[in-house]
């Protein structure tokens, strides 16, 4: 029989690193990471690189993928598992005996084999290789064999001294029954797992053989499947990534829809605020147009007594002219009666004188000298009678007359009064009536308001003037006395010199805030606050109708661009009074004071230059005082409907006076050429909605006029 050769050490199956407990930790293994080489797998493959291994048909197992939880699967032989497991407990049990002998001989040692359990891997589901093949099913393998300990191969030292035996002739000299036993067990153990047989090698070395090939196999299987692992773990931590980033963008929705439903819950609420303030509109345009109702009814009773009155007026008017006319009438028949009838006995008297008188020629001569005497003293008493009888009738006809005029003009001043009275209320009640049905809060301001603040600031400069002496002598520059005022009337003394102060401050106001008229020049005639309020005055603009072609435009006048204008100043001077509510000064208010600013400090340089030394302390003071108060009247005069304008008049211009400037002298002459203005006037044009055309002045102006003999005599 052939002798047994050397029993190799049993080699433990490696277990892969990557499988721990039945799951592997996502945080103690790096993709990147080299995973180590365990020490049997290392001493297996030296062992394969001495030991020659017989040719035969090898079967590639390849791995498998559980797609439900990610897990490889190995698709091992259960004959090769075990075979090698019934290998190690053939050799734990003849460990000890062959020990001793080995150590008698002098041969060397058989390994320690691995007396540990089978190996028994275990994947990501929690099931072990075999479990997973007998999941699988697969067929339960027969129970391990037990292989005994061959004996020990005796050292090459020993092999020397021998003699060499032949084939089948056993070591020990005998063979034990149980070996016999166990080779047939090992023949049958190949017969019914089809292993093919090589005759150089006896059936347990052809076992081992078979074993070590299979466990090559499971060792290549467990490197792809490290390799599964690997890529398993790497799409695990992308997965961990795409989770942790789906983590985050659900917060960021959440967070965002939290966000979208505060903004619906704040739109809900805001749109609830506006239905209440759409509400209380309505029921503020309810009570306005009851109001306007009202008003109007008011308005059209008001104007139907009126149309009473005056169609009364308009009769009693004609009944009287129709009675004085009858009574002059009759008067003049009366008279004119009279006269004819005197004339009349005049003529017969005359006749029967001429009568008498023939007779009395033909009679006597002297007689007819006295009777003509007689004649002529009666004809003349009787003329002069005749005569104080018409100039009396005509005294009292005139007197008659003289108080039927008196009467009537008495009637038609109290008509126009009454006439004026009632087109001035019927005034009123249409500006009122225009307040009312005008959108906003808007106020028309009175005449009678605007002539007071001018006249208030008017007096504040001419008390200016006592605080400006007056200088011995005259040195001027051109802007300041541009048409040589004073040198002009220096023989008057020093009578012209308020005058001329008064007209320097006016001059300096009239630049700085009324440039342009309706507001527009509050801001100055230039820099910052001139183009913030020309960018608006652009947007409306028209050439000057009286030069088409020149640079000069003007505001068309028509009820929509009056309404607009009047809302923006008016908000102007509210934000300039008031101050913004609740916000930093805003930049209309910095506008409008920094133009106050300027104005004062060309003011006051200009009056320090015409006395030529320094000024009061408290001027300025003064000075900023009515500056201020003319660059809001600008506003307010922007803030009207109407065309409230400040008009000036220059040097050399003809002026009717009284309609808008009064002479300063009271020369009175109707008409006069400006020598100097000394303050402009103040006039309206319209009420900005129905009438745009009728003009009144407000506040007259002065001036003082050239004298006709010096205008003549130049």
């Given at each position: 029989?052939?002798?047994?050769?050397?029993?190799?050490?049993?080699?433990?199956?490696?277990?892969?690193?990557?499988?721990?407990?039945?799951?592997?930790?996502?945080?103690?293994?790096?993709?990147?990471?080299?995973r180590?080489?365990?020490?049997?797998?290392?001493?297996?493959?030296?062992?394969?690189?001495t030991r020659?291994?017989?040719?035969?048909?090898?079967?590639?197992?390849?791995?498998?993928?559980?797609?439900?939880?990610?897990?490889?699967?190995?698709?091992?032989?259960?004959?090769?598992?075990?075979?090698?497991?019934?290998?190690?407990?053939?050799?734990?049990?003849t460990?000890?005996s062959?020990?001793?002998?080995?150590?008698?001989?002098?041969?060397?040692?058989?390994?320690?084999?691995?007396?540990?359990?089978?190996?028994?891997?275990?994947?990501?589901?929690g099931?072990?290789?075999?479990?997973?093949?007998?999941?699988?099913?697969?067929?339960?393998?027969?129970?391990?064999?037990?292989i005994?300990?061959?004996?020990?191969?005796?050292?090459?030292?020993?092999?020397?001294?021998?003699?060499?035996?032949?084939?089948?002739?056993?070591?020990?000299?005998?063979?034990?029954?149980?070996?016999?036993?166990?080779?047939?067990?090992?023949?049958?153990?190949?017969?019914?797992?089809?292993?093919?047989?090589?005759?150089?090698?006896?059936?347990?070395?052809?076992?081992?053989?078979?074993?070590?090939?299979?466990?090559?196999?499971?060792?290549?299987?467990?490197?792809e499947?490290?390799?599964?692992?690997s890529?398993?773990?790497?799409?695990e931590?992308?997965?961990?990534e795409?989770?942790e980033?789906?983590?985050?963008?659900?917060?960021?929705?959440?967070?965002?829809?939290?966000?979208?439903?505060?903004?619906?819950k704040?739109?809900?609420?805001?749109?609830?605020?506006?239905?209440?303030?759409?509400?209380?509109?309505?029921?503020?345009?309810?009570?306005?147009?009851?109001?306007?109702?009202?008003?109007?009814?008011?308005?059209?009773?008001?104007?139907?007594?009126?149309?009473?009155?005056?169609?009364?007026?308009?009769?009693?008017?004609?009944?009287?002219?129709?009675?004085?006319?009858?009574?002059?009438a009759?008067?003049?028949?009366?008279?004119?009666?009279?006269?004819?009838?005197?004339?009349?006995?005049?003529?017969?008297a005359?006749?029967?004188?001429?009568?008498r008188?023939?007779?009395?020629?033909?009679?006597?001569?002297?007689?007819?000298?006295?009777?003509?005497?007689e004649?002529?003293?009666?004809?003349?008493?009787?003329?002069?009678?005749?005569?104080?009888?018409?100039?009396?009738?005509?005294?009292?006809?005139?007197?008659?007359?003289?108080?039927?005029?008196?009467?009537?003009?008495?009637?038609?001043?109290?008509?126009?009064?009454?006439?004026?009275?009632?087109?001035?209320?019927?005034?009123?009640?249409?500006r009122?009536?225009?307040?009312?049905s005008?959108t906003?809060?808007?106020?028309?301001?009175?005449?009678?308001?605007?002539?007071?603040?001018?006249?208030?600031?008017?007096?504040?400069?001419s008390?200016?003037?006592?605080?400006?002496?007056h200088?011995?002598?005259?040195?001027?520059?051109?802007?300041?006395?541009?048409?040589?005022f004073?040198?002009?009337n220096?023989p008057?003394?020093?009578?012209?010199?308020?005058k001329?102060?008064r007209?320097?401050?006016?001059?300096?106001?009239?630049?700085?805030?009324?440039?342009?008229?309706?507001?527009?020049?509050?801001f100055?005639?230039?820099?910052?606050g001139?183009?913030?309020?020309?960018c608006?005055?652009?947007?409306?603009?028209?050439?000057?109708?009286?030069?088409?072609?020149?640079?000069?435009?003007?505001?068309?006048?028509?009820?929509?661009?009056?309404?607009?204008?009047?809302?923006?100043?008016?908000?102007?001077?509210?934000?300039?009074?008031?101050?913004?509510?609740?916000?930093?000064?805003?930049?209309?208010?910095?506008?409008?004071?920094?133009?106050?600013?300027?104005?004062?400090?060309?003011?006051?340089?200009?009056?320090?230059?015409?006395?030529?030394?320094?000024?009061?302390?408290?001027?300025?003071?003064?000075v900023?005082?009515f500056?201020?108060?003319?660059?809001?009247?600008?506003?307010?005069m922007?803030s009207q409907?109407?065309?409230?304008?400040?008009?000036?008049?220059?040097?050399?211009?003809?002026?009717?006076?009284?309609?808008?400037?009064?002479?300063?002298?009271?020369?009175g002459?109707?008409?006069?050429?400006?020598?100097?203005?000394?303050?402009?006037?103040?006039?309206?044009i319209?009420?900005g909605?129905?009438?745009?055309?009728?003009?009144?002045?407000?506040?007259?102006g002065?001036?003082v006029?050239?004298?006709?003999?010096?205008l003549?005599?130049?």
């Open positions: 029989m052939a002798a047994v050769s050397e029993v190799p050490s049993p080699v433990e199956a490696p277990t892969s690193p990557v499988m721990q407990n039945g799951r592997q930790s996502k945080t103690e293994t790096s993709a990147s990471s080299r180590p080489v365990p020490a049997n797998t290392a001493s297996r493959s030296n062992d394969a690189a020659t291994i017989p040719t035969h048909t090898v079967v590639q197992v390849s791995p498998r993928f559980n797609s439900q939880n990610g897990t490889a699967l190995r698709n091992t032989n259960i004959a090769s598992t075990m075979a090698g497991q019934g290998a190690r407990e053939a050799m734990s049990r460990t000890a062959s020990v001793g002998q080995t150590s008698d001989t002098g041969a060397r040692s058989t390994p320690t084999p691995n007396t540990g359990p089978p190996d028994r891997r275990v994947y990501r589901n099931r072990s290789a075999i479990e997973t093949d007998e999941a699988a099913g697969q067929k339960q393998p027969p129970p391990p064999l037990a005994p300990q061959p004996s020990p191969r005796p050292d090459t030292r020993d092999i020397k001294a021998t003699k060499p035996q032949k084939s089948g002739q056993m070591v020990s000299g005998r063979l034990e029954e149980t070996d016999l036993n166990d080779q047939e067990r090992v023949s049958q153990f190949l017969q019914i797992h089809d292993i093919p047989q090589d005759a150089r090698l006896d059936p347990l070395s052809t076992l081992l053989q078979w074993v070590s090939v299979k466990m090559a196999q499971v060792d290549h299987n467990d490197g499947i490290d390799q599964q692992a890529r398993l773990e790497l799409r931590r992308q997965i961990g795409i989770e980033e789906y983590s985050l963008l659900q917060s960021q929705w959440e967070t965002w829809a939290e966000m979208q439903n505060e903004h619906l704040n739109a809900n609420e805001t749109i609830a605020d506006l239905r209440g303030d759409v509400q209380s509109e309505r029921q503020s345009v309810q009570t306005l147009t009851d109001s306007l109702a009202e008003a109007s009814f008011q308005r059209d009773h008001a104007n139907d007594i009126y149309q009473t009155l005056l169609q009364e007026m308009e009769e009693r008017k004609e009944e009287d002219q129709e009675y004085y006319r009858a009574e002059i009759r008067f003049k028949q009366g008279h004119a009666a009279q006269i004819m009838t005197l004339k009349e006995q005049m003529n017969s005359q006749t029967r004188a001429e009568n008188i023939a007779t009395m020629k033909k009679t006597h001569q002297k007689d007819i000298e006295i009777t003509e005497a004649i002529k003293g009666a004809t003349a008493a009787m003329t002069i009678a005749h005569e104080k009888e018409k100039k009396k009738m005509e005294d009292e006809l005139k007197e008659t007359i003289d108080g039927h005029d008196a009467a009537l003009a008495e009637l038609r001043q109290q008509h126009s009064d009454e006439l004026e009275t009632e087109r001035r209320a019927f005034q009123d009640l249409r009122q009536m225009a307040s009312y005008s906003g809060d808007y106020t028309a301001i009175k005449d009678k308001d605007f002539e007071q603040c001018i006249q208030l600031h008017a007096r504040s400069i008390k200016l003037i006592k605080w400006i002496p200088p011995e002598t005259y040195v001027l520059d051109e802007h300041l006395d541009p048409n040589n004073l040198a002009r220096a008057q003394g020093g009578r012209n010199w308020p001329f102060v007209s320097v401050c006016w001059r300096f106001i009239v630049r700085g805030f009324f440039s342009r008229q309706l507001g527009f020049g509050a100055g005639p230039d820099g910052e001139f183009r913030e309020l020309d608006v005055h652009q947007l409306f603009a028209i050439p000057d109708p009286k030069d088409p072609t020149g640079p000069n435009t003007i505001l068309p006048n028509n009820k929509e661009l009056n309404t607009w204008r009047a809302k923006f100043f008016d908000g102007l001077v509210q934000t300039i009074r008031n101050g913004p509510a609740g916000q930093a000064e805003s930049k209309y208010t910095r506008l409008f004071y920094t133009n106050v600013d300027i104005v004062t400090d060309h003011l006051v340089s200009a009056l320090q230059q015409v006395v030529n030394a320094d000024l009061d302390s408290t001027i300025r003071e003064q900023t005082s500056v201020e108060g003319l660059g809001m009247l600008a506003l307010e922007g409907r109407a065309h409230i304008c400040l008009e000036t008049c220059e040097y050399g211009e003809n002026i009717v006076v009284g309609d808008r400037f009064r002479d300063d002298a009271e020369q002459y109707d008409q006069l050429t400006v020598d100097l203005m000394t303050q402009p006037c103040l006039r309206r319209g009420d909605r129905d009438n745009l055309t009728t003009e009144r002045t407000i506040s007259h002065d001036f006029a050239i004298k006709p003999a010096d003549y005599g130049a």
